[in-house]
């Protein structure tokens, strides 16, 4: 009676399930069982092939740099099954990482397998690091004002006496960036976590929704970057006037910790949003997004 070892099932199961799926063609399919063993007695030139290979991929991989490391890992660790399994064949070291190569095929082919997955990594992660700011930078801007005595009064921002109507409007334009921001955030995190998972595996389209579902968290998520921009804008106009009209008034250390930390945010939150549309541009233009 044959025996049967669970682990071979298991990943026998898995190379069936995900081989013959648009969303993962056949160059990919060592990739999607997982890490696995390094390959054993490899010659130095086998192994600088390898790493040419996986530097080639890597140089076209856009998205976080823990993300990139991850799929620099796992495609080593991909190449390493491909190679194993080329070698009960009769082939040599050299032959077997080559053939394997081969199979796995051109860099800028497994890059676009990857393109989706990134784009959806940044925008989550930009999201991510909105909402946790968000709250850090709001409270110091609290502290300042009460420390200054400016928020001393119950009503609405808009409804405190003597504000000038530019800071008015001012106000107003924060709370719909407020609103923008916050709602943005939170798309992107769901839309890149498990809602995903809604989209049938067995769909036709299923790269194309996954790598366009992705390209729009990506701008969702520049969207909600810049009305955390219009609010530190907004904040930092909102200090001006004040300084300007009644600068004795204002705690210098508190304000000048909120100001600082909002321009902080200014500067990497731009940043973001660049590398957000760039992720979406690049999963348009993958095949997998097109």
Not at 21 to 29: E, G, R
Not at 236 to 253: D, E, H, I, M, N
């Amino acid at each position: 009676m044959p025996t049967h070892n669970s682990e071979t099932d298991s990943r026998a199961h898995t190379e069936h399930k995900y081989a013959n799926t648009p969303t993962n063609p056949k160059h990919l399919k060592y990739v999607v069982l997982g890490p696995g063993p390094a390959p054993a007695g490899l010659p130095a030139a086998a192994e600088q092939v390898i790493g040419s290979y996986l530097t080639e991929v890597v140089h076209r991989l856009i998205g976080p740099a823990r993300a990139r490391r991850d799929i620099l890992a796992e495609l080593g660790a991909g190449l390493a099954d491909a190679t194993d399994g080329y070698r009960p064949a009769g082939l040599d070291p050299d032959q077997a990482v080559r053939a394997a190569i081969a199979e796995f095929g051109r860099p800028e082919q497994v890059a676009d397998g990857f393109r989706a997955e990134l784009t959806a990594a940044q925008a989550r992660r930009t999201a991510l690091a909105l909402l946790r700011t968000g709250p850090l930078v709001g409270l110091l801007w609290l502290g300042a004002a009460l420390a200054s005595r400016i928020g001393a009064q119950l009503a609405a921002p808009w409804h405190w006496a003597n504000m000038p109507v530019g800071a008015r409007l001012v106000t107003h334009l924060a709370g719909i960036a407020f609103v923008i921001a916050i709602g943005g955030a939170l798309v992107t995190v769901a839309t890149t976590g498990r809602l995903t998972r809604w989209v049938p595996g067995w769909l036709p389209a299923r790269p194309r929704w996954l790598g366009a579902g992705s390209a729009a968290s990506a701008a969702i998520a520049a969207v909600a970057v810049g009305g955390t921009a219009a609010i530190d804008i907004a904040l930092l106009a909102l200090l001006a006037t004040q300084a300007v009209s009644t600068p004795g008034r204002l705690a210098a250390l508190p304000v000048a910790v909120a100001a600082v930390a909002s321009l902080t945010r200014l500067t990497l939150t731009s940043r973001a949003a660049r590398k957000c549309l760039t992720t979406s541009v690049a999963c348009l233009s993958s095949p997998a997004g097109a």
